[in-house]
């Protein structure tokens, strides 16, 4: 078609895809312009179409529509936004999963099954002084706990992807002087944290941003462990717990040269981190130290670095990727919808719990409807059947205008 432009109107020539059914990603007809990509053309035709009588589209009105036609439900359509803010292609994946419908369709059949049991059970109750049974109880006891299941798998989900925003935590720790603070400066490329053979020098605690075959984290250096003696290595200890408490892993680091007594030390306190952060990698540092006598220490089954030399930094870093895509890749939701929907997953839960519960106490079925009833309610929620304007004006506020 041609698009009178300027003044002197001017034809520009410009391709239109017009949908005129319902069958568009708004549930809508919808007609989209193609033009060439100069910017004054651009303004022009946009203002000639905004004068004609139409309006810029909102923050994620394209995405609402979609939703509000029932085109996607609530879950996918907060994949759109974690597929434009995806931060690495584990993300990525995540997002694009969801907004496939993968979550979607899990939930989908557990609240189409939930409501047929429920069904079964309200009709049983009109029938109750037939004494007529609708619904098979160990069978509906199988699928309740089948249910909660799913509900504590999702839950568990949902803790990983809360902690886990755009980049994870490495967090290395160890006894004072054990060869964290020189791993470091290797493992980030330049000296950031002051070395010395002094035990204790590192009192605060230093982060840097790495990415290892599209894994991005912060890799952070704390002090070593050991008895606080005065208030500058309490309010240290006080940091390095915070650090471990919010790390998505701990990379403990035991070099080959400690003492029998030593040993006990970073094996006790290797013991009490676990107790703080049980996801834990623990490696040999300063395998420079190795002498070819020590074949005891030499022929340790944990992964070894040398920082001084550079040997096994590679290796390193790719075992701390491997291990962060573990954590991340079972995710089935972004962190957007795991954080929505965790209240709801809990109240689910603990409907299904208080079923279960009714359903071993052979309690009448009007408890156990009761108690579905309220699960459904918060699949409703999750998903969208239930949903309130402020719900979707969170939601949809931080999109950014055309999705």
Known sequence: MQIPI????????????FWPTHRSFTGE??????????????????????????????????????????RIDLVQAEAV???????????????????????????????????????D??????????DLEFVQ??????????????????LEQNSNRMLSQSRMKVVLAGLPNAGKSTLFNQLI?????????????????????????????????????EHARDGIEAAAAELREDQLQRANLVVWCSPPDLSSEEQRLDEALRTQCLLVNPTMLHIQTKNDLLKSADTFKAESALP?????????????????AARLSTIRGD???????????????????????????????????????????DVLDHLGRIMGQVYTDDILDRIFSRFCIGK
């Not at 300027?6 to 895809?17: E, N, R």
């Not at 434009?84 to 939930?107: K, P, V, Y």
């Open 304 to 320: 070894v670095v040398s920082a001084e030399q550079g040997t096994g930094l590679e290796e390193l870093l790719a075992t701390i």
């Open 189 to 225: 490329g330049r000296q950031a944290a002051l070395v010395s053979s002094m035990a204790g020098t590192t009192r605060d605690y230093l982060s840097a941003a790495l990415s290892v075959s599209g894994t991005f984290f912060d890799l952070v250096d704390t002090a070593g462990w």
């Open 137 to 154: 109880r160990d069978e509906l006891l199988a699928r309740l706990q089948s249910a909660r299941s799913m509900f504590s798998e999702l």
């Open 331 to 373: 995710a089935e939701m972004i962190g957007a919808t795991a954080a929505r929907c965790e209240e709801s997953l809990q109240h689910a839960r603990q409907g299904i719990d208080r079923a279960i519960a009714a359903l071993v106490d052979q309690a009448g079925d009007e408890f156990i409807s009761l108690e579905l009833r």
């Open 6 to 17: 300027g003044q002197d109107d001017l034809k520009l020539s410009a391709h239109v895809c």
């Open 81 to 119: 936004l974690g597929v434009i803010d995806a931060g690495n292609s584990q993300e990525l994946q995540t997002a694009l999963a969801q907004l496939a419908g993968g979550i979607s369709g899990r939930l989908a059949d557990l609240r189409e099954e939930l409501l047929l049991h429920l069904a």
């Open 29 to 70: 007809s919808l007609a989209e312009l193609h033009l060439i990509g100069a910017p004054p053309l651009l303004n022009e035709v946009l203002s000639r179409i905004l004068t004609s009588g139409a309006r810029p589209a909102e923050r994620g009105e394209f995405t609402l529509r979609a939703f509000l036609a029932g």
């Open 121 to 130: 059970l309200e009709a049983g109750l009109d029938f109750v002084e037939e």
